[in-house]
């Protein structure tokens, strides 16, 4: 098969997806193969891959309809937008009420990902931005994601991970990252400090979503000249209470 079937195989798959999103019901193979205009084999080729990849599924009367495969990464993507609508207020009231970045994070395997950033006018450069992948492990926004899983499947996610010296303050190793990972569960927050970037310090909080799950964090971050030792627990207190507020935005503990 060449470039160009292969790209009309996936152009042939989108056309199904998009012909079942309005039946709720589901169709047959040969009613999706008569509105895509396609040979009923071809039809019935493309949704079976589908149907295996779990995009679409059978029902009991043999039609079918989309699969959860295909809601779940549609939901994952319509989250994502709502936690970052619900989440800017309360990044731009970390920027006035304690002069440092705020930032959103999800995880993306064995990395944080800032999704949302609000700066301070300042004249100390951060160097991060929206899109920004970043190794969990020393980050506090994955270390608060990362806190949910337990010791397997921290073990599972970090697989492939490669613990790299950035600072003489980097997690070394597996293990000193279970140690880490305890320490934020007990005192509901997790520091960056000057362990990815010397003289950058982070800390940050989990949010939860309706389930109770974690699912992103926030943190406040500064150079260790503005994020300074004596300043811990007031941004820890200040971004858990945060964290707190955009957790019950997205439906905690309702």
Known sequence: MDKNDNVQSVDRALDIIEILAVEPEGL??????????????????????????GYLEKTETGNYKIGLRLIGA?????????????????????????GLT?????????????????????????YSQ???HVPAFCSSLGKCILAKYSRKELEDVMGNCRFINYTK???PD?????????KVRQQGWGMDNEEYEEGH?????????????????????????????????????????TAAEVSRSMGYGD
């Open 28 to 53: 047959g193979v040969t009613e999706v193969a008569e509105k895509a205009d396609l040979h009923k084999s071809t039809a019935h080729r493309l949704i079976s891959t589908l149907a295996e990849r």
């Open 74 to 98: 549609v939901s994952c993507y319509i989250n994502s937008l709502e936690l970052q609508t619900e989440a800017r207020p309360y990044l731009a009231q970390i920027n006035a009420d304690l």
């Open 102 to 126: 705020a930032h959103l994070g999800v995880l993306d395997g064995d990395q944080a990902v800032y999704v949302e950033k609000m700066d301070v006018i300042s004249s100390v450069k951060l």
């Open 130 to 132: 929206i899109g920004l």
């Open 169 to 171: 303050n980097t997690i």
């Open 174 to 182: 597996m293990e000193a990252l279970h140690e880490e990972l305890a």
């Open 201 to 241: 310090r982070c800390i940050g909080a989990p949010v939860y979503d309706y389930r109770g799950e974690i699912i992103a964090a926030v943190s406040a971050s500064g150079s260790t000249k503005i994020l300074t030792e004596d300043r811990f627990r007031e941004v820890a207190e200040y971004v858990m209470k």
